[in-house]
């Protein structure tokens, strides 16, 4: 789990992002290769990393589902960790859906080092999957000790932005709505937006996020 995807910039990074994946695609899915670089483009180191169960699926071991989220916070913590010694500089933390939602529990914990300055959510699983009567997963949001921002398609059905409209999130957080997205900011194909479109958008707005929170 130690072992590192990288993606860099030409010159010094504005911060480091250590990534997570989702809960069903690996840390070099075809999304997750489209952000890390479209990050690396806008100044943004990424180190992503895959959770045990994930990365067991490589050399054979079973597609079961992943654990709890709240269960992989200790892996992510010892990501974190290892990251602390191979990156200098600002540090965030994020993920795509369910690695964003545990970035965001562990954002919320008493021990984060200095140098982790925020949390970036790449498609926020609100609730599940178009269940918006389902009890919603706001406690991670809420109890970040960090500020949060979150890269959200407009029709992602795990949070749509006509759903969020009605929702009051904590000062701290920070949505960005990437238009006529889905849960990996797709666009119909009538929309004229376009997915690398929406992929820039969202690696821009990081690249400004992580600026804003320059000492």
Same mark, same amino acid.
């Given at each position: 789990? /130690?072992?590192?995807?990288?993606?860099?910039?030409?010159?010094?990074?504005?911060?480091?992002?250590?990534? *997570?994946?989702? %809960? =069903?695609?690996?840390?070099?899915?075809?999304?997750?290769?489209?952000? *890390?670089?479209?990050?690396?483009?806008?100044?943004?180191?990424? *180190?992503?990393?895959?959770?045990?169960?994930?990365?067991? +699926?490589?050399?054979?071991?079973?597609?079961?589902?992943?654990?709890?989220?709240?269960?992989?916070?200790?892996?992510?913590?010892? %990501?974190?960790?290892?990251?602390? %010694?191979?990156?200098?500089?600002?540090?965030?933390?994020?993920?795509?859906?369910?690695? &964003?939602?545990?970035?965001?529990?562990?954002?919320?914990?008493? /021990?984060?080092?200095? +140098?982790?300055? =925020?949390?970036?959510?790449?498609?926020?699983?609100?609730?599940?999957? =178009?269940?918006?009567?389902?009890?919603? +997963?706001?406690?991670?949001?809420?109890? /970040?000790?960090?500020?949060?921002?979150?890269?959200?398609?407009?029709?992602?059905?795990?949070?749509?932005?006509?759903?969020?409209?009605?929702?009051?999130?904590?000062?701290?957080?920070?949505?960005?709505?990437?238009?006529?997205?889905?849960?990996?900011?797709?666009?119909?194909?009538?929309?004229?937006?376009?997915?690398?479109?929406?992929? +820039?958008?969202? %690696? &821009?707005?990081?690249?400004?996020?992580?600026?804003?929170?320059?000492?």
């Amino acid at each position: 789990m /130690s072992d590192f995807l990288w993606n860099r910039p030409e010159d010094e990074p504005a911060a480091t992002l250590l990534m *997570a994946h989702g %809960a =069903g695609a690996p840390m070099d899915s075809a999304f997750m290769e489209k952000l *890390a670089g479209a990050l690396a483009d806008e100044g943004i180191a990424v *180190a992503r990393f895959e959770f045990a169960y994930m990365a067991g +699926r490589r050399t054979g071991g079973s597609k079961r589902p992943p654990p709890r989220a709240d269960r992989l916070i200790g892996e992510f913590q010892t %990501a974190l960790q290892t990251l602390l %010694a191979d990156a200098s500089g600002p540090l965030l933390l994020g993920g795509k859906s369910m690695g &964003g939602r545990v970035a965001a529990m562990l954002g919320g914990g008493g /021990s984060l080092p200095q +140098r982790v300055r =925020g949390i970036c959510c790449f498609g926020y699983p609100f609730h599940p999957t =178009g269940k918006p009567d389902a009890e919603w +997963r706001l406690s991670p949001l809420q109890e /970040s000790k960090r500020p949060v921002l979150i890269l959200q398609g407009d029709r992602d059905p795990f949070g749509s932005k006509a759903e969020l409209d009605a929702v009051t999130l904590p000062g701290h957080v920070s949505l960005t709505y990437l238009e006529d997205g889905n849960h990996d900011f797709g666009p119909r194909g009538k929309s004229p937006a376009t997915l690398d479109g929406n992929i +820039r958008s969202a %690696a &821009g707005a990081v690249a400004a996020f992580a600026a804003s929170l320059r000492d």
